[in-house]
């Protein structure tokens, strides 16, 4: 392989190549479908060529023998933005089927990027906080939880934008969120407004957990990318981690600021009230659409998408088991979105992602580090810690932690299993 002098002009199908490649990674695109995307692009352009992704770059080599020149793609992780990928798969298909010339769509991927926020700064935050909202309701909170909830969800929204304008902002909205959520919930706990304070901070985070990175990370580690996989799902440990710390503070300086908090169980969905579930289960998926920057009209096969695939989850779980009710809800929404992308020849992931949050085990696993963290109220037999009622909590805990797993494996069987029956025909 020969070097490349600096001089050398790039061509412009290689230039549009490597763009796409550093946009679809940024934009939250998993490397089992990227690479199959810039494979099948490359051929309709002609060009020799094979590619390398990570969730923090991409290599690219293009010709072969003497004549192969390879080159590093950095990219800096950016938010998931499925309407700019939507924005992005329609230049790639012009390109590809000869509509536009490479050089034009060089230039259409760029006015995409650089173009403005698809909803304003209210609107965003409104569905940050629709979204916490929604999921203390599905959790079981009474009113106080789900106002709380809501205030701190677009709080987290409102941290998230100004910590993106600092370079040394970042890594820290995960620990300075949950730090604020877990010490606003204590407080007002303490003030006789919320009935859990644990369920309040656990709502007001949910669009911060990494739920969706690990299951994301399990199918790329299926579908044997394992690089990307293992950085995923390591990236995945560490912001549950950084959350889990950010709790465990607030609650050490809530704990000298007012008297020890006993604490309760999490609720669960059994014990929500049904105008609140159904509340949730209306407006989430159209909070998630537009964090995700859907456009508006694909609004309807998201909600219907999420609708079914959150069905298909609670009965399964019900009618059977609760490890087979997740499998369910991701076969379904593997499903209807590999449907969508036959027929309306737009990227399954439009759909995909945002059913598959309804389902992901974020929650599961902060419910699970947390027990570790629950000390009030407990004593010491035979080296393990017990509650009032003589329940082990590093048992509860470890279940957890195990059943995080369980749904995690179960998601991306469901997810795999729907390729299968209705194999796609979009890479995206």
Same mark, same amino acid.
């Given at each position: 392989?020969?070097?490349?002098?600096?001089?050398?002009?790039?061509?412009?199908?290689?230039?549009?190549?490597?763009?796409?490649?550093?946009?679809?990674?940024?934009?939250?695109?998993?490397?089992?479908?990227?690479?199959?995307?810039?494979?099948?692009?490359?051929?309709?352009?002609?060009?020799?060529?094979?590619?390398?992704?990570?969730?923090?770059?991409?290599?690219?080599?293009?010709?072969?023998?003497?004549?192969?020149?390879?080159?590093?793609?950095?990219?800096?992780?950016?938010?998931?933005?499925?309407?700019?990928?939507?924005?992005?798969?329609?230049?790639?298909?012009?390109?590809?089927?000869?509509?536009?010339?490479?050089?034009?769509?060089?230039?259409?991927?760029?006015?995409?990027?650089?173009?403005?926020?698809?909803?304003?700064?209210?609107?965003?935050?409104?569905?940050?906080?629709?979204?916490?909202?929604?999921?203390?309701?599905?959790?079981? !909170?009474?009113?106080? *939880?789900?106002?709380?909830?809501?205030?701190?969800?677009?709080?987290?929204?409102?941290?998230?934008?100004?910590?993106?304008?600092?370079?040394?902002?970042? !890594?820290?909205?995960?620990?300075?969120?949950?730090?604020?959520?877990?010490?606003?919930?204590?407080?007002?706990?303490?003030?006789?407004?919320?009935?859990?304070?644990?369920?309040?901070?656990?709502?007001?985070?949910?669009?911060?957990?990494?739920?969706?990175?690990?299951?994301?990370?399990?199918?790329?580690?299926?579908?044997?990318?394992?690089?990307?996989?293992?950085?995923?799902?390591?990236?995945?440990?560490?912001?549950?981690?950084?959350?889990?710390?950010?709790?465990?503070?607030?609650?050490?300086?809530?704990? +000298?600021?007012?008297?020890?908090?006993?604490?309760?169980?999490?609720?669960?969905?059994?014990?929500?009230?049904?105008?609140?579930?159904?509340?949730?289960?209306?407006?989430?998926?159209?909070?998630?659409?537009?964090?995700?920057?859907?456009?508006?009209?694909?609004?309807?096969?998201?909600?219907?998408? !999420?609708?079914?695939?959150?069905?298909?989850?609670?009965?399964?779980?019900?009618?059977?088991?609760?490890?087979?009710?997740?499998?369910?809800?991701?076969?379904?929404?593997?499903?209807?979105?590999?449907?969508?992308?036959?027929?309306?020849?737009?990227?399954?992931?439009?759909?995909?992602?945002?059913?598959?949050?309804?389902?992901?085990?974020?929650?599961? !696993?902060?419910?699970?580090?947390?027990?570790?963290?629950? +000390?009030?109220?407990?004593?010491?037999?035979?080296?393990?810690?017990?509650?009032?009622?003589?329940?082990?909590?590093?048992?509860?805990?470890?279940?957890?932690?195990?059943?995080?797993?369980?749904?995690?494996?179960?998601?991306?069987?469901?997810?795999?299993?729907?390729?299968?029956?209705?194999?796609?025909?979009? *890479?995206?």
């Amino acid at each position: 392989m020969s070097p490349v002098h600096p001089t050398t002009p790039l061509p412009p199908e290689h230039a549009f190549l490597l763009r796409v490649s550093s946009l679809l990674n940024a934009y939250g695109t998993p490397a089992h479908r990227l690479e199959r995307e810039l494979l099948a692009l490359a051929k309709s352009l002609h060009v020799t060529a094979a590619f390398h992704s990570t969730p923090t770059g991409v290599i690219a080599s293009f010709g072969s023998g003497d004549d192969e020149r390879v080159h590093l793609v950095r990219v800096e992780p950016g938010e998931i933005d499925l309407g700019r990928l939507l924005d992005f798969d329609e230049v790639i298909e012009a390109v590809r089927t000869g509509q536009m010339t490479v050089t034009h769509g060089l230039d259409l991927i760029e006015a995409v990027e650089q173009g403005a926020p698809r909803y304003p700064f209210v609107v965003v935050a409104l569905a940050f906080a629709t979204a916490s909202a929604g999921a203390a309701a599905l959790f079981g !909170g009474h009113a106080g *939880e789900i106002l709380v909830s809501a205030l701190l969800g677009s709080l987290m929204f409102v941290l998230a934008r100004v910590l993106r304008k600092h370079k040394s902002g970042a !890594g820290t909205l995960e620990p300075l969120g949950a730090f604020v959520a877990a010490f606003v919930s204590f407080a007002c706990a303490q003030q006789g407004w919320l009935d859990d304070h644990r369920l309040a901070t656990l709502a007001s985070l949910i669009v911060l957990f990494p739920g969706l990175t690990m299951t994301l990370a399990l199918v790329e580690l299926s579908t044997g990318h394992l690089v990307s996989g293992v950085a995923r799902l390591a990236r995945a440990g560490a912001i549950f981690l950084t959350i889990i710390l950010g709790v465990a503070l607030a609650w050490g300086v809530g704990a +000298n600021l007012w008297p020890p908090d006993e604490g309760q169980p999490l609720a669960t969905i059994a014990n929500a009230h049904p105008y609140f579930g159904w509340f949730a289960i209306a407006c989430t998926p159209v909070a998630f659409a537009i964090i995700f920057a859907i456009r508006k009209r694909e609004w309807p096969a998201v909600l219907v998408t !999420g609708w079914v695939g959150f069905a298909a989850a609670t009965h399964g779980a019900a009618a059977l088991d609760d490890r087979i009710g997740p499998f369910l809800g991701a076969l379904t929404i593997g499903i209807a979105s590999n449907i969508y992308a036959r027929f309306r020849h737009k990227p399954a992931l439009v759909l995909q992602i945002p059913g598959i949050l309804f389902l992901v085990p974020g929650s599961l !696993g902060y419910s699970a580090l947390t027990e570790f963290l629950v +000390n009030t109220s407990a004593t010491a037999v035979d080296g393990a810690i017990v509650d009032g009622s003589g329940v082990v909590l590093q048992v509860k805990a470890i279940e957890k932690v195990f059943m995080t797993g369980i749904v995690a494996a179960s998601l991306v069987g469901g997810l795999l299993a729907a390729n299968l029956v209705l194999p796609p025909r979009r *890479e995206l």
